[in-house]
């Protein structure tokens, strides 16, 4: 399975931006699906994780109420969708993907591909 990561950019904090993470290769063997993000000289945070069918997420404390997770399976894509954006947000922003059936979890080790990463910058 390969993961693409896009969307990221330079936005004004209180703003909004959508990233997207395309999925090719071995569609059958893509589970639940996760964002992480990685700011400067600070450990892999986790940041949503959603479920195979779409249906049900769960997101960190830090982006509880502002960020939105969903995946279209007909476009084998999962987004991310940030809203009112604060300056601590900035981070490169990974998506990533588990094989197996299970719960959602924040355990990245649960996640078995990668995505290259997609940097976010929030300005004051």
């Known amino acids: 399975v390969q993961l693409q990561a896009s969307g990221g950019g330079l936005v004004q904090a209180g703003g909004s931006l959508r990233l997207s993470c395309a999925v090719s290769g071995n569609l059958f063997s893509v589970k639940n699906m996760a964002w992480y993000r990685q700011a400067p000289r600070k450990e892999r945070e986790f940041v949503a994780a959603?479920?195979?069918?779409?249906?049900?997420?769960f997101y960190g404390d830090s982006v509880k109420g502002r960020f939105t997770a969903s995946r279209d399976n007909n476009r084998n894509t999962l987004y991310l969708q940030m809203s009112s954006l604060k300056p601590e947000d900035t981070a490169v922003y990974f998506c990533?993907?588990?094989?197996?059936?299970?719960?959602?979890?924040?355990?990245?080790?649960?996640?078995?591909?990668w995505g290259q990463g997609t940097l976010v910058t929030v300005s004051s």
């Open positions: 990533a993907a588990g094989a197996t059936y299970g719960p959602m979890s924040s355990n990245q080790y649960n996640y078995n591909a």
């Open positions: 959603i479920n195979l069918s779409g249906t049900n997420a």
